[in-house]
């Protein structure tokens, strides 16, 4: 493995950067208009909207050394692509209409968890009455505030699921357990901030406490590669999905990488 230097973390920055510009210049170009109306049409290009703020987000993060913080972020894309391929796979209308109108959940969720602890609340008392009359009819779908899905009810059994929409995958790329189970668990530790993450701040022996810790070049190396693949996945699904026909506009932007000679993607 290549020792992750600073000359190489740079040339990773910029490659990524330059892969996100060409991802969305190439879908710009095309002058899409969404219809806003229909949740399988803006649920995709919801979350690859996400998706690139969310990147650039986590190169800001990378470009000032927080590697472990960057990584963190990352687990939010991974979620998404999770997502959006459990939602693209089959049954479109129906998964992409379960996780919009979960909004109406978390909503009443809100509302009657702030007037719970504001009992006699007015404001809290308007809020569970606009909710129950705006959104019962939505809310009531669903068997509970955590996850937007009721069969699948979590994140791995949505990973679980077989490919459908991209034929011809082959173990263990016809499934996304192996993001699950690999990637999305190591990004959990620095979402959840485990023993294993505070590891590069732990306090050193016969030292004065200083409230700073280790910046480890490897996670912002990372965290570089992580987001971008999450990144070029979440973009691959909605051209598929959406039949955009932007597949070589997709590959170039990914190749172009390949111009930095000690870039991440080799």
């Given at each position: ?14 490659a990524?950067?330059t892969?996100a510009?060409?991802?969305?210049e190439a ?5 899409i208009y969404?219809a806003?109306?229909?949740a399988?049409?803006?649920i ?6 996400k ?12 470009r000032?050394?927080?590697g ?21 796979n089959?049954?479109?209308v ?11 959940k978390?909503?009443?969720?809100m ?8 009992p ?8 569970v009455?606009?909710?129950e009359?705006t ?13 937007w899905?009721?069969?699948?009810n ?6 679980e ?20 189970e690999l ?9 959840h ?10 306090p050193?022996?016969?030292e004065?406490?200083?409230a ?7 996670h912002?190396?990372?965290a ?9 996945h ?10 955009l ?5 997709i590959?170039d ?10 870039g991440?993607?080799?």
């Open positions: 493995m290549r020792e992750t230097t600073e000359a190489r973390i740079i040339a990773s920055i910029e990524a950067t892969a510009s060409r991802l969305k879908i710009v170009a095309e002058k969404v806003t109306g229909v399988n049409s803006s995709p290009y919801e979350h690859l909207t998706a690139f703020q969310v990147h650039e987000a986590i190169l800001i993060l990378c000032a050394g927080y472990s913080e960057a990584l963190a972020l990352s687990r939010t894309m991974i979620e998404m692509f999770i997502t959006i391929r459990w939602i693209t089959q049954n479109q129906e998964r992409s209409e379960g996780f919009a109108f979960f909004v109406a978390r909503k009443e969720y509302a009657k968890t702030f007037l719970k602890y504001q006699g609340s007015l404001v809290g008392a308007d809020a009455k606009f909710v009359n959104y019962k009819q939505y809310a009531a779908k669903y068997s509970s505030w955590v996850f899905s009721n069969k699948p979590n994140l791995k059994q949505l990973a699921e077989k490919e459908v929409l991209i034929p011809g995958l082959t173990a263990p790329n016809d499934d996304a357990l192996m993001t699950y990637f999305y668990s190591h990004a959990s530790d620095y979402v901030a485990t023993a294993m993450a505070l590891d590069e701040v732990f050193a022996t016969g004065p406490y200083t700073e810790g280790k910046r480890r070049p490897g912002v190396y990372e570089i590669i992580y987001s971008t693949q999450w990144l070029v979440i973009m691959i699904r909605v051209n598929t999905f959406r039949q026909g932007l597949d070589d506009a590959h932007a990914y190749e172009c990488t390949d111009g930095q000679n000690d991440p993607f080799h």
